[in-house]
């Protein structure tokens, strides 16, 4: 039923009339006139497990193909790190004497294990060398609201297109490609995968039964081992299998290639399987075919694009924009690069982020890595491997707002590893029950600290940090089965571990974390050395006082009281805490006031209790919400925010302190300085994170949920966003909403509701107090 509120109505058809006339539609297609010169301009498609990078060659197509599970293998022999809480003990004495240089080595010397690092690995490449010339009307496109991908160009005048898409319901990689000239299609399609050391497959790309195939096997000489080099390590097993279907024609083979002749339209299908996933993968692919026997690329075309839009189609952005869609994406960005406003390429992006959390996080598959799932190397940057100072975490602040709340689940399910495979860390290496969780790690959920230096490898937050995931998850959907049965598992050791791990502070008698550090800074301490560990961080203050708010919240909601409950509300109201101001009104980052090395850092970690957490609010502590915005302006003004996911993180920051032009700002930053030709996040290199932030920070300026039982909507909206709507996006306590808004200002709110929800809608200085029941959707005209 409708209920409406009607202040000043102002006629709604008049929006739609205005978004009808300004050529929407340019929101969900990149398109180009050439074809990649890079990879970083090839364009990304996936199913969450196997993935392509789309070259649009003319004359030697490249298809560089991706899976989640390339990774080297989990070598039982790897020595872990050999300390125990004698050696913690020790490094606490250290920082309480103020010798923290010491304390940062003896930490990495008996807590990280520096020899591993396994990265995650390309598949290889598919390459198809043509006799095409004479090129004219070149257009290359992805379309992301149906996730398929299109290079057409006409050869000696005539049409050639080249058709593709990686369908997950049928697990495979499909591509189509037809032509209209007398002389039909000519090519050589091949596999081939960049060669190191360790590749000792000797004849991996082979054609067998019509299929051309390549077979092979990850592995990596990496670090030592007892002071020698360390043997190869043999990882997953996989093969790679290509069909051909042809129209006209003939389809040879050869050793290792398989030929077109005057075909005019071949469908080419890819699989490819793992001893990851399946222990006869070679197997598993002639079931993967033999289920695409009879199917055209059509047939399949058809559903892939209906299970895929079964997510996408959830959430529909609209902003005022003039219509660029003329002019190829590449040109658009290069614009605002030179001062350009362009908020369809805004909403493009905000798009494109959820595109590429659909196509690289899907249920039965593994997380998005630092890079998604798309990866050219061997041996990747930062590994391509899971960084949980914030990365991992990044990758989805998006899913549950943006209606992609099942997406979450391949995180959650490799979280549940490292929540098992902590508890073993956490014993042997600080004398702690509960379970550890480090800063990073690779597929098989190491758990130890892996670090040459303990600034950017010592973090004590990680785990916590990734709780707030399952607890705002439960939030969003108030599912009390997934409160039973993932949170509360996972939350309880975390929260058993940070319980052990605290110890109090002589200098005051509170509780502190220690040793402590702000995720990859420094400052400098009294003797003038640069260093990392401390008693008591920002961050680790602000995390583990989340931890055990939620904990207790969790076990309020389940009715479990028990000693271990009362422990740790005591040990809650003991924290010291996490939002300690400065002299000049900022908030310290370490346990003291120290000078920092590096005052425009890219982290913003003491700020973690603010933004993604919730516990800083503009009208429950005030004075904290003018010092996060003193922290951010020092950040800053000493040359802060320069990686794309810094930038977003800012984004969301400046959306979280309710400033609209700043946020815009920052917007127009990340595409002057952080956004590749295909759209992708520019570390530099390539970093996924930067893209699922952005997203998430668009969300965040469009509503805000955090505040317990509070709405606000429109928090940060652009004087460039004048006239919009957004449907779809969701709020804490299982609610949906439509938004529409003119001239800069709210003209209508519609909200579903899942459950019965009491809480306050806040739009500017109107505030409604609003009892919805379960189903109930509820219409706010202003």
């Not at 071949?266 to 399987?273: E, F, R």
């Not at 940070?498 to 509170?510: A, F, L, N």
């Not at 709507?725 to 709210?746: A, E, M, P, Y």
């Amino acid at each position: 039923m409708n209920y409406p509120i009607k202040l000043n109505l102002k006629p709604i058809y008049f929006v739609t009339l205005l978004f009808c006339s300004l050529g929407f539609g340019q929101e969900h297609i990149l398109w180009y006139d050439q074809p990649a010169s890079n990879w970083n301009e090839a364009l990304p498609l996936g199913n969450g497990k196997i993935g392509v990078m789309v070259f649009g060659n003319t004359t030697n197509e490249h298809i560089q193909l991706n899976d989640d599970s390339m990774w080297p293998g989990n070598d039982p022999d790897w020595i872990e790190p050999e300390g125990n809480k004698e050696d913690l003990d020790h490094i606490r004495d250290l920082l309480f004497e103020g010798n923290n240089k010491a304390a940062d080595s003896l930490f990495v010397a008996k807590f990280s294990n520096k020899t591993i690092v396994r990265s995650h690995q390309t598949l290889g490449d598919l390459f198809i060398d043509y006799k095409h010339d004479n090129i004219t009307d070149y257009r290359r496109e992805l379309n992301i609201e149906n996730a398929t991908s299109q290079v057409s160009f006409k050869s000696n005048g005539y049409l050639f297109t080249e058709n593709i898409l990686v369908s997950h319901p049928h697990k495979v990689i499909v591509i189509e490609l037809a032509t209209n000239a007398p002389e039909g299609i000519n090519a050589k399609l091949k596999l081939s995968r960049p060669q190191d050391a360790d590749f000792e497959t000797a004849k991996p790309f082979t054609t067998e039964n019509g299929l051309l195939l390549m077979q092979g096997e990850v592995t990596q000489r990496e670090g030592k081992f007892n002071s020698q080099p360390k043997p190869i390590t043999h990882g997953v097993k996989f093969e790679t299998a290509l069909k051909v279907i042809n129209e006209k024609g003939t389809v040879l083979t050869t050793q290792d290639y398989i030929e077109l002749k005057n075909v005019k339209k071949a469908t080419l299908y890819i699989v490819n399987n793992s001893s990851y996933y399946f222990d006869d993968y070679k197997k598993q692919n002639q079931k993967d075919l033999k289920a695409i026997d009879s199917k055209s690329f059509d047939d399949i075309k058809k559903v892939h694009i209906k299970d895929y839009q079964e997510f996408y189609s959830r959430v529909k952005l609209q902003i005022n924009q003039e219509d660029f869609s003329s002019i190829p994406t590449d040109q658009r960005i290069e614009a605002v690069k030179n001062g350009n406003i362009d908020t369809g390429l805004e909403t493009l992006l905000f798009n494109y982020g959820r595109y590429l959390l659909i196509s690289s996080s899907r249920e039965g598959t593994n997380p998005a890595n630092l890079q998604g799932l798309w990866n050219q190397h061997l041996k990747a940057p930062w590994n391509a491997d899971y960084h949980a100072n914030i990365n991992l975490q990044m990758n989805y602040w998006l899913a549950d707002v943006t209606g992609l709340g099942e997406l979450n689940n391949p995180l959650f399910n490799y979280v549940d590893m490292l929540v098992e495979n902590g508890k073993t860390t956490a014993s042997k290496n600080f004398g702690c029950s509960g379970s550890f969780i480090p800063h990073a790690t690779d597929l098989w959920g190491p758990t130890w600290l892996r670090a040459p230096t303990a600034y950017w490898g010592c973090s004590m937050g990680a785990g916590g940090w990734l709780m707030q995931h399952y607890w705002q998850h439960y939030r969003f959907t108030k599912d009390k089965n997934f409160l039973n049965k993932r949170v509360y598992p996972a939350l309880h050791e975390v929260t058993k571990f940070y319980s052990d791990w605290i110890i109090e502070d002589p200098r005051d008698g509170t509780l502190i974390s220690a040793p402590s550090t702000s995720p990859e800074n420094r400052f400098i301490n009294e003797n003038g050395d640069q260093v990392a560990t401390c008693l008591g961080s920002a961050m680790d203050q602000q995390v583990i006082h989340e931890v055990f708010e939620n904990y207790l919240k969790t076990c309020e909601i389940l009715n479990i009281d028990n000693d271990f409950v009362r422990k740790i509300k005591q040990q809650k109201s003991q924290l010291r805490p996490g939002f300690v101001l400065g002299d000049d009104g900022r908030i310290l980052e370490w346990d003291r006031p120290y000078e920092e090395p590096e005052p425009g850092h890219r982290h913003m970690s003491h700020l973690y209790g603010f933004h993604p957490g919730n516990i800083v609010t503009k009208e429950n502590a005030p004075e904290l919400f003018n010092a996060v915005r003193k922290t951010l302006d020092y950040r800053l003004e000493n040359g802060g925010a320069g990686p794309g996911w810094s930038r977003a993180w800012l984004i969301n920051c400046s959306a979280r302190l309710q400033d609209a032009e700043m946020a815009h700002e920052h917007i127009q930053f990340l595409f002057k300085k952080s956004i590749g030709k295909n759209l992708f996040d520019l570390h530099p290199p390539f970093q996924i994170d930067g893209n699922f932030g952005y997203t998430a920070g668009v969300a965040e300026m469009l509503l805000q949920s955090q505040e317990e039982n509070v709405i606000r909507i429109l928090p940060a909206l652009p004087k460039a966003w004048k006239d919009g709507s957004v449907s779809g996006l969701k709020g804490r306590g299982g609610l949906t909403f439509d938004i529409v808004w003119s001239n800069s200002q709210l003209d209508k709110v519609t909200i579903t509701s899942k459950f019965n929800h009491q809480f306050k809608l806040i739009y500017k200085d109107t505030v409604k107090n609003l009892h919805l029941k379960k189903g109930e959707t509820f219409i706010v005209e202003l």
